[in-house]
């Protein structure tokens, strides 16, 4: 069949490469007449194939077609007209002359928006599907019989040109390879179109274009996105016409804080905010609009509009000009699908690619005398007229980064000086809570104020995840390639370890650590951690996957790893750097941005990010009983994913044949390790009976030794409880073990001195029916159970009759034993011959209602990723 293609751009050759590839012979090509010296690309390509290509400027003339364009037309024989995204007055001559007709692509689901500007008005009307028409063309205004259509879901905030990329245009291209297959076919179907729904709307003009302000806030955002980009929608204030660009009606959690805007007509003023311009419809919804064009022609982002309003653009001097005009070259070389560099061309959204930002940073460092700029300058400068302001404030040598400015509080501790940051971190600000609540935070060694900390208010949760997901969505944590993110992380653990006295010391202040301990495990550990999934950054993949192929065609599978998005990761108070290093190191890793709650008494904070739309994930370390309630919030909000680390109660199983020296270090360790506030502390000790009365009398003798005291003197043993309540709590434990029976071998009391101390405390002659049996302390309380000689299934029972299953552990020289029994526990760890062995590379979560996920390791980035699969058939 042999086929005259009429039309023009990227769509029309994309049309003509697909209908050459078929085996279609297209006998000529008709596109516009070049522009401004270049060729459209439907000519160009037509050309290096040696096909004939014309460039009528017009085919008639005062409706009358023109007889030599119509001469040249019928000399080719063409037996069907295509006509992708046609421009021109095709006259009728033309259109009926083939065997077959003309059949002709418009971007609408004819018979609604009829016309030019279909898109824009498919946008403007709110419509919930979108998509395209193939029909056969005739003298109407596009009223033809229609071949075939195909609509998709026009998204929220869709615009034209995502639209168009996502949709009409990929998928357009084979609708019309598809249309001509059927017309070679016999197959193709004539459905006439009907009158009911059609509309007539015409081409968009700027004139028309001006913002119609008493309308709901859904309307106003819809005629603005189908403006977009072309011709604007606009409206005046401040004395100019401002066209509104980039328009969302997502604004969870914004909070319209900032300058206002006032606009004639408006229901109320707009507010310029960090995130962009938020715009009110007169039902008193927003939204949000993030570029704004002056009537100059600049465009700027929203949120700059009164730095732009005053000119805070540079001028440039003579020499400046020049460099910017050899800047444009630079980027016309790089960018060489882009007709014309404009100050508005975006760098990433023009096709530029990792390399090409290595490239201009060394062409930067070659035209401007050895100027270095660094990657991310890129990255946040990435349309042509931003990146001249910042190329040439560097040139000029001004800072545009202020210092951050803190709010410390300053302490002389531990032969240091400590400043610490006690307000909310909230948008790479540190800023005051909600009406500036705050709460003391105590230190446990002595009951004295450390400080008062800002206390997070719920408004404060909405804006922080609105950062978040700004971070996450637009801002440079979501650009950057995995290898720089690396890095970053790198870079942190780093700063970490060089102020590791510092936040060891914090540690002891606030959380009652033994310095040494907190030097070694709460900090050391944290370090490593940052360091460990720093490596994995550029180490998350996909694969590829072998399907049923779907002959005579081939599929190709693969899968990808992808970032949540915003998580919420709340820690406990145990180890408050730890766990958060734990938790915030993965999520970071796989490309997340974070929310973090502490442990404090705000529980309605944690409760707000398990129920916040905008949050993916939740990470909690805690109780079994929040655990189960944020579950269930998780659930309910928005099916968010979660990761549950909760209570433990983790057997710790002792054989007669064990090394009865190491069994009662660590038995020790096992449970004092931290003053006993560790989540995988050895909840229950299983002594076998015939060394049992040894065992309990060497750790009496050990218990005896330790020194409790200031957790900052190099050689206590033992700090102080984290809070006053927990001192309480643990008090009630040991006098409910005695009253149901337990003998009480030492401890059990407050030490008596200022601060939160509890002594080391064992208790034996535990049955399994009592209280102290089944339910965790949580701190340094040693609870002894006697088992008998040789009955190792029994002990098993017992140490698996708990809902809890965190870790366990087991002592015994033989190997056989140790494997029989590590296979049997029912826990998440299972330590032999040793405690407390944790590891930056071994994940660790729990069974049964200790919860579910994993931290630390492989397994943990698994936790903050979610898989796609991408099938393509070739």
Same mark, same amino acid.
């Given at each position: ?47 290096? *194939?040696?096909? &004939?290509?014309?460039?009528? &400027? ?12 119509? #001469? !040249? ?14 421009? !021109? ?19 609408? +689901? ?12 498919? +946008?403007?009307?709110? *419509?919930?599907?979108g998509g395209f028409t193939i029909f056969w063309a005739d003298d109407g205004l596009d009223t033809g019989d229609i071949l075939l259509q195909k609509e998709c879901e026009v998204l929220q905030d869709d615009t034209v040109s995502t639209l168009y990329n996502r949709f009409l245009f990929p998928e357009g291209i084979k609708g019309m390879v598809q249309a001509v ?77 900032? =300058? ?84 508005? #061309? ?15 940073? =060394? ?18 400068? #990435? ?44 948008? %790479? ?45 637009? @801002? ?51 370090? !490593? ?46 180890? &408050? ?69 909760? %209570? ?34 050895? @909840?229950? +000790? ?32 033992? %700090? ?36 939160f101390f509890f002594e080391p405390t064992v208790l034996t002659n535990v049955k399994d029916d009592m209280f102290i049996a089944k339910e965790e302390s949580f701190g340094p309380i040693m609870i002894i159970s006697r088992f008998a000689d040789g009955d190792v299934d029994a002990v098993l029972s017992r140490a698996n009759a708990t809902e809890f299953g965190l ?26 011959? #040793? ?14 209602q200790s919860g579910f996920g994993k931290d630390l390791g492989e397994a943990a980035l698994n936790e903050y990723l979610r898989i796609k699969t991408i099938t393509f058939e070739y």
């Amino acid at each position: 069949m042999k086929i005259a293609v009429i039309g023009q751009s990227l769509f029309g050759q994309e049309v003509y490469c697909h209908l050459k590839k078929e085996g279609y012979e297209v006998v000529g090509v008709f596109t516009i007449p070049d522009k401004d010296g270049k060729a459209d690309p439907l000519g160009l390509e037509a050309e290096k *194939d040696g096909v &004939p290509v014309f460039k009528f &400027p017009r085919w008639r003339l005062r409706g009358q077609a023109l007889p030599e364009v119509v #001469t !040249q037309y019928q000399a080719l024989g063409a037996e069907l007209n295509v006509l992708p995204f046609c421009s !021109q007055f095709i006259p009728m001559e033309v259109i009926n002359a083939p065997r077959h007709g003309s059949i002709i692509y418009h971007p609408s +689901l004819l018979p609604r928006h009829r016309g030019a500007s279909a898109i824009n008005w498919t +946008l403007i009307h709110g *419509d919930k599907k979108g998509g395209f028409t193939i029909f056969w063309a005739d003298d109407g205004l596009d009223t033809g019989d229609i071949l075939l259509q195909k609509e998709c879901e026009v998204l929220q905030d869709d615009t034209v040109s995502t639209l168009y990329n996502r949709f009409l245009f990929p998928e357009g291209i084979k609708g019309m390879v598809q249309a001509v297959r059927l017309i070679a076919e016999g197959r193709a179907p004539r459905l006439p179109q009907p009158e009911e729904g059609a509309t007539y709307e015409g081409i968009q003009k700027k004139e028309m274009a001006k913002i119609n302000w008493d309308q709901p806030a859904e309307t106003i955002h819809n005629w603005i996105r189908g403006n977009d980009k072309v011709p604007g929608a606009w409206t005046e204030a401040c004395g100019q016409k401002l066209t509104f660009f980039n328009s969302t009606l997502n604004t969870s959690g914004l909070m319209p804080e900032g =300058e206002a805007l006032p606009i004639p007509g408006a229901h109320q003023p707009g507010v310029v905010t960090k995130a962009g311009l938020v715009l009110f419809g007169n039902d008193n919804k927003m939204l949000l609009v993030k570029n704004i064009q002056l009537e100059d022609g600049k465009m700027i982002p929203a949120s700059h509009f009164f730095q732009g309003a005053a000119g805070d653009a540079l001028e440039l001097t003579e020499e400046e000009l020049v460099t910017a005009e050899a800047m444009r070259s630079v980027w016309q070389r790089i960018l060489p699908n882009v007709l014309k560099v404009e100050d508005s #061309t975006d760098f990433f959204k023009s096709g530029a690619a990792s390399v090409d930002v290595v490239r201009l940073v =060394e062409e930067v460092k070659e035209l401007c005398d050895g100027l270095e700029l660094e990657n991310e300058d890129v990255y946040m400068a #990435t349309t042509f007229g931003d990146f001249v302001q910042l190329l040439v404030r560097k040139l000029r040598g001004e800072d545009e980064h202020s210092d951050q400015v803190i709010d410390y509080v300053e302490k002389s501790v531990n032969k240091l000086t400590l400043r610490m940051p006690h307000q909310l971190f909230i948008g %790479g600000k540190f800023v005051d809570a909600e009406g500036a609540k705050t709460y003391d935070t105590i230190n446990p060694a002595d009951g004295s104020v450390i400080c008062q900390v800002s206390l997070a208010q719920l408004t404060d949760v909405d804006k922080a995840v609105a950062a978040a997901k700004d971070a996450f969505e637009n @801002g440079l944590w979501g650009k950057i390639n995995a290898r720089d993110r690396g890095r970053l992380l790198y870079r942190l653990a780093d700063l970490m370890e060089q102020h590791q006295e510092e936040l060891a010391t914090i540690e002891a202040l606030d959380a009652g650590a033994v310095y040494t301990l907190a030097l070694k495990t709460h900090v050391g550990m944290s370090i !490593q951690t940052f360091q460990y999934f720093a490596g994995w950054c550029d180490k998350i993949q996909g694969s590829t996957i072998p399907i049923n192929q779907a002959r005579p065609n081939r599929n190709l599978t693969f899968t990808r790893k992808e970032p949540i998005g915003v998580c919420g990761i709340v820690i406990p108070w145990n180890y &408050p750097l730890m766990m958060l290093s734990w938790k915030t190191a993965a999520c970071l890793a796989a490309g997340n941005t974070v929310v973090i709650k502490p442990a404090q008494e705000s529980t309605l904070v944690g409760q707000r990010l398990s129920d916040h739309p905008d949050v993916r994930k939740i990470g909690f370390t805690g109780s079994t009983e929040v655990g189960k309630h944020i579950m269930k919030s998780c659930a309910l909000s928005n099916v968010k994913k979660v990761s549950l680390e909760l %209570g433990g109660k983790s057997p710790l199983i002792i054989f007669a044949d064990c090394d009865l020296n190491k069994a009662v270090q660590m038995g020790m360790s096992s449970v004092f390790f931290n003053k006993g506030e560790n989540c995988i502390a050895a @909840g229950r +000790l299983f002594v076998e009976d015939s060394i049992h009365d040894q065992f309990v009398q060497k750790v009496v003798e050990e218990v005896r030794k330790m020194k409790i005291g200031n957790p900052l003197d190099r050689d206590t043993n033992h %700090g102080p409880q984290n809070h006053e309540a927990h001192l309480k709590k643990l008090l009630e434990y040991c006098q409910r073990g005695v009253k149901e029976g337990a003998t009480l071998v030492c401890g059990g009391s407050q030490v008596p001195r200022p601060g939160f101390f509890f002594e080391p405390t064992v208790l034996t002659n535990v049955k399994d029916d009592m209280f102290i049996a089944k339910e965790e302390s949580f701190g340094p309380i040693m609870i002894i159970s006697r088992f008998a000689d040789g009955d190792v299934d029994a002990v098993l029972s017992r140490a698996n009759a708990t809902e809890f299953g965190l870790a366990s552990g087991v002592f015994t020289r033989d190997i056989n034993k140790a494997l029989y029994v590590s296979d049997k526990l029912q826990a998440g760890t299972v330590f032999i011959n #040793t405690y407390n062995k944790t590891d930056v590379a071994a994940p660790f979560g729990g069974f049964k209602q200790s919860g579910f996920g994993k931290d630390l390791g492989e397994a943990a980035l698994n936790e903050y990723l979610r898989i796609k699969t991408i099938t393509f058939e070739y």
